[in-house]
């Protein structure tokens, strides 16, 4: 694992001008409605298939291209706007190096990513892109191992660099993330898991103890919204609060709640995406939520109990 790691830091020392230029080639296939070619046999072909996936869930349309089966029909996936990325690490991959006078009399420019930057891959293609794998992981100093590190690391942080500046936003994610949990807490709203109605409790302003405590209770609740005359959210008082207030004033149920709840609380306005809201619950170690709609009135609450049921965290 050193060994790899190591790979990755010495790649990313040796980066130069040629790494910007292949962010700018993306972009320039991408306006002009191309997508990126990924080709490369062996341990590479596997790296390229993830590589594939890492673009299209960027909305980077990407395809594999088997060396090999490109001549035999598969160079017809290929057209003049895309960009190919051809992967080998001693850039004297035979078949590797067959694939790119096939790809050029097509138009399709070319970015060699490989290990030897004098290797013939890399003179004959239009960019160059050199990661750094001094020594194998391999006892034996043969099978593939920091070498396919360093070049999936590579290209991953192109992939990146190049999400980053287009501005892609988490709304923009989740439309290639629909299924399971990612999905799940890229999509949602927070309107769309709160508790509401009978669920979420809430009482007004002046209300006792003891009245807070049986709405709470009645709403299965771990917490409730204290509101003012207009509606609008004054504070919260929770569980917790209600033992703390037990303790400083045996006398608490006869009190308003006025002087137990929590004002000002901790809330997120309606329409905010889960995934941030779950940031707030990090962040301040809360187990309840309050949503706000934009006049300042609660519209519900979200329970933490509920967010494992959701499978978003």
């Known amino acids: ?9 010495d790649t990313a020392e040796t980066l130069d001008n040629s790494f910007i230029q292949v962010v700018e080639a993306i972009q320039t296939t991408v306006n002009a409605k191309g997508k990126i070619i990924l080709a490369g046999l062996g341990k590479n072909a596997g790296i390229c298939q993830k590589l594939v996936g890492t673009f ?28 190919a990325l051809v992967f080998s690490n001693s850039g004297e991959t035979k078949e590797v190096l067959e694939l790119i006078p096939l790809i050029k009399r097509l138009g399709v420019k070319s970015v060699a990513i ?14 160059s892109l050199i990661y750094t794998a001094k020594e194998e992981a391999c006892p034996l100093n043969l099978a593939p191992t920091a070498s396919t590190t360093a070049s999936l690391a590579l290209i991953d942080a192109v992939a990146m660099v190049f999400l980053d500046q287009r501005a892609f936003s988490k709304n923009d994610f989740a439309k290639f993330h629909p299924a399971g ?27 006792s103890v003891q009245e807070t405590i049986v709405e709470m209770t009645r709403a299965k609740a771990g917490s409730i919204s204290i509101i003012n005359s207009d509606g609008v959210l004054e504070g919260i008082f ?22 137990f709840m929590t004002p000002q609380p901790i809330y997120v306005r309606s329409g905010l995406l889960v995934a941030d809201a779950l940031k ?7 187990d309840d939520l309050i949503v ?5 009135i609660p519209l519900g609450v979200i329970d933490g109990q509920d967010l494992p049921k959701l499978r978003i965290v």
């Open 280 to 286: 707030v619950f990090e962040e301040n170690r809360i």
């Open 292 to 296: 706000l709609g934009s006049d300042g």
């Open 1 to 9: 694992m050193q060994l790899e790691s190591q790979a990755i830091l």
């Open 114 to 127: 490989t290990s030897a930057k004098k290797s013939r891959l890399s003179a004959n293609c239009d960019l």
């Open 238 to 259: 929770t569980d917790a609060d209600l033992r703390r207030a037990i303790l400083k004033d045996p006398q608490v149920f006869t009190k308003t709640i006025d002087s």
């Open 56 to 83: 299209n869930s960027i909305g980077v349309s990407s395809a594999f291209l088997d060396p090999v089966q490109a001549a035999h029909g598969d160079l017809g996936m290929c057209q003049e706007e895309d960009l």
């Open 181 to 207: 949990s990612l999905g799940a807490s890229l999509l949602l709203r927070v309107d769309d898991i709160m508790r509401t109605g009978d669920r979420f409790a809430k009482v007004m302003t002046g209300s």
